[in-house]
């Protein structure tokens, strides 16, 4: 990936573990979250239109940037039920509007969309949504490529022992997920020319398991 520009968003510990994956192989990475690196919000237009004017040409776009908004129904709030989406969908939406991608972009999208729990409705919702977002894009900024990676649970340091356990036994692969593997799905949908419009399940199987 030497002399690709690629803009990673999203302050997670996934989203600096994709950053350091991506330098490894030669890119030249901007990481953007509203907190770390420069500055975007996904739910502010301006910050966008400011990232993309300040950023110039871009090669490969990764949004890891995620904003949940869980619990009980009776508990949810507009504005936070908004976030989710301008996270997963408004976002995205305006990041393809101002950036200037020569080559992909790859969104998040995650398990929960196929395995609806209680108290994850927001959560399944925006994460589904994601699925058409990435086909109707694809179509709408060909020949660009868009696609999503849809990861399980993963260990990445936050997940108590016995909950990565159970996961784990309930998998169909019997493990659970590292951020390696979700770097390499990631590295796959940004340099496979032939793959746009597609979710890449990184999972486990999770979602298929009973």
Do not use: C
């Amino acid at each position: 990936m030497r002399n690709t520009r690629v803009v990673v968003i999203g302050g997670s510990h996934l989203g600096r573990h994709l950053s350091e994956s991506l330098t490894a192989r030669g890119a030249d990475v901007i990481t953007a979250s509203p907190r770390h690196g420069e500055h975007i919000d996904l739910a502010d237009e301006s910050s966008i239109k400011r990232f993309a004017e300040a950023a110039g040409e871009i090669d490969h776009v990764v949004s890891t940037a995620a904003m949940p908004a869980n619990g009980p129904l009776d508990d949810l709030d507009a504005e936070g039920i908004r976030r989710a989406f301008d996270a997963k969908v408004v976002g995205p939406l305006l990041l393809a509007k101002h950036l200037r991608v020569t080559r992909s972009f790859t969104f998040f999208s995650g398990v929960a969309a196929w395995r609806p729990q209680r108290h994850r409705t927001v959560m399944a919702t925006t994460n589904g949504a994601v699925k058409f977002l990435v086909e109707a894009l694809a179509v709408e900024l060909a020949p660009v490529r868009v696609n999503a990676v849809a990861p399980g649970i993963v260990d990445s340091g936050v997940w108590p022992a016995d909950f990565l356990s159970t996961t784990a036994d309930r998998n169909l692969t019997r493990n659970v997920g590292r951020p390696e593997d979700i770097a390499q799905a990631v590295l796959y949908a940004v340099t496979n020319p032939y793959v746009t419009g597609t979710v890449l399940h990184v999972d486990g199987g999770g979602r298929l398991a009973g």
